[in-house]
């Protein structure tokens, strides 16, 4: 290993002293400008975030927001062409895909907290939501008790499966947590009858609902795990001069009116595969975020 | 329950199902069985070799893998080999890995301890008298193994290699849990997106059926045409 | 988080590992030893049904058959057999159990039917001229012998029944490896969580393995090479 890292470092050594580059260029943006690649993590069913169109090509509101990143890398490497992979990642294998550099950029619906930020960094934040459960009509559930020793299933990996079981706990429910794959999977635990509840951000539940065979069936709860937590895109950690672009990228993105474009795209819309339209106009906070971006993990800092 | 099938869903999914899903589980069958078998073999070697610490190590780590489950040893994979590549290039950052590449290198170190008893047992079935033969003749301990021993081995073993290699198809959707999209990752997508699970999870399993049974039936046969020439 | 420490959700995870494999491992004997004998049996349409039955279990991956067992079937019952299947508690742990248990129950009757093959014919024909009927051919003389005989192939596969078992987390069963997979979430420790798990791993087949090793020299038959 040592004499893997000497020569390593011979080499950069006698690279670097060839090309006279006028900046260092280090991490993620050395790589990408090396391969002349970049790669993107995507999702398989957070509607309208991340997810699959009908021809299985991964498209959404943060998919395009990635994409105005990659422009915005393209143009600082100076690159002519820049090729664009995809990778498929859930909830619970993003973070350390992120960590071991199989993605550079995650395109989904991540919550940003402080917790997180001990493993990965954010850019500006692109949306805020909050952690409710859906059920099925029929089933009558008022409130966070009334899941008490039912079956309530969660994705894996996500700030909400965590906050279940702490509110399991601290509330003596006793219910019965089971991880699904991801937000598709879990609901169709919940349209089966496998399990009465499935708990995850609003505006993701709102999407599966939408998108369900028969949407008048289910009910989104009043009663939230949480106060709305910002999402942002994922990148990785320590990385300073990649985050100086994509936080400058994204920046720009929000508060020239565009990220708005897109946004009403996405949420007020018809979007594919199934033409619905979710109707969620931005709120005033969002649209103050995007006024003033920011990358702030605290929920507080968005009121 | 039949008047709700819907076939017409699954007939709009085979061109997904079979070029996109079917052609990943099919190449990373292929390419993981001729790996396991090239690395089980080498591994079989370093175990009959006459060298203590080789046999060894080939030792613990056949009998490393095999005491672990096939899932686990995906999300080890997945998380670590970018790591591994950074060791081993000395890169100053782990290296981007694709699925499938990770999926490949992860079925070839698994299967090469399944492959590697196997060949094992094949060599051990040629009577002592061959390499010492070959020795008198004057061939090196490579040429006896590469023109005597190891083709022979081989040939006996082909039909427990073949055996093996479709219970290796089967594993290969185990990669379901990262979704990666083999095929059953492309039918459970397809499932999923549609609501359609019966008609997708049936038609898969189906699929598997076939090709795996055909693939046993082919391995009957020629394990009795086989035996009759020995 | 407060749900006690992470040690105790992998042991947790443990028990449940080996819950599940025990009681597939049941199935699997009880299963198997049926299908196995019936693929021995002088009758033409045991035979098949045996034959039918295995090649059924052993052409599907077990992940497409859990799946069968968990989204699967339950739409294709009636719909009120089909909401009480659903809705019965630990609804993964039944299902994975079952659905682990027919297939290893596949593997388990090939072996048996090599075992009662590999015994030499003059033990049943001997069996029937001292009158035995072919329930107590088998119960007397053939099973007893055949089991010793195949003791060695039943350990590994018992032991991938262990293994099998972590495929059960697709449908939701926290055993060992979900409760890695579930650990390195809270607390981001990916590597510390799946070593963790393999060391219990590798001492749950150390542990099986020297059991079974134990077992098979007591019931070692003598003349046999495993016998004294």
Redesign the interface.
Known sequence: MTRNYLIGFALAAALGAGQAQADELTGTLKNIKDTGAITLGYRDSSIPFSYLDDNQKPIGYAMDICYKIVDAVKKELKLDKLEVKLTPVTSATRIPLMANGTVDLECGSTTNNAEREKQVWFTNTHFLTASRYVFKKSSGLKSIDDLKGKTVVSTAGTTNIKQLTEANVERKLGANIIPAKDHAEAFLMVETDRAVAFVMDDILLASLVAGSKSPDDYVISKDAFSTPEPYGIMLRKDDKPFKKVVDAATAALYTSGEGKKIYDKWFTQKIPPKGLNLNVPMGPELAHEFAKPSDSPDPASYK | ?IGNFDFDVIRRALP?LFF?GMRFTLTLTALSAFGGLVFGTLIAMMRLSGYRLLARVAGLYVD?I???????VI??F??????IG??????????????FA?SLITFIAFESAYFSEIMRAGIQSISRGQPAAANALGLTYGQTMRYVVLPQAFRNMLPVLLTQTIVLF??T??V??????DF?G?A??VA??D?R??EM??F??LV??VI??IA?IGVRRLQARISIVR | MGTGTYLDLLLAGLVVTVEVSLLAWIIALVTGSVVGVMRTLPSRTASAIGFAYVEFFRNMPLLVQLFLWFFVLPELLPKSAGLWLKQMPNAPFWTAAIGIGLFMSARVAVQLQAGIGSLPRGQKLAATALGLTTVQTYRYVLLPMAFRIILPPLTSEFLNTIKNSAVAITIGLLELTGEARSMQEFSFQVFEAFTAATVLYLLLNFVVVTAMRFLERRVAIPGYISGK
């Open positions: 329950m997904y996109e490393f095999r005491s672990l489950p096939l899932v686990l999300f080890w997945y998380f670590l080999v970018p790591y950074q060791w081993l290039t000395g890169a100053s950052r782990p290296i981007s890995v694709g699925a990770s089967q594993d959707s185990l379901y849990v990262l979704s990666i999209t059953l492309a459970s997508k999923q997106r609501g699970l019966v999870y049936l898969a399993a598997y059926f795996s049974s046993s």
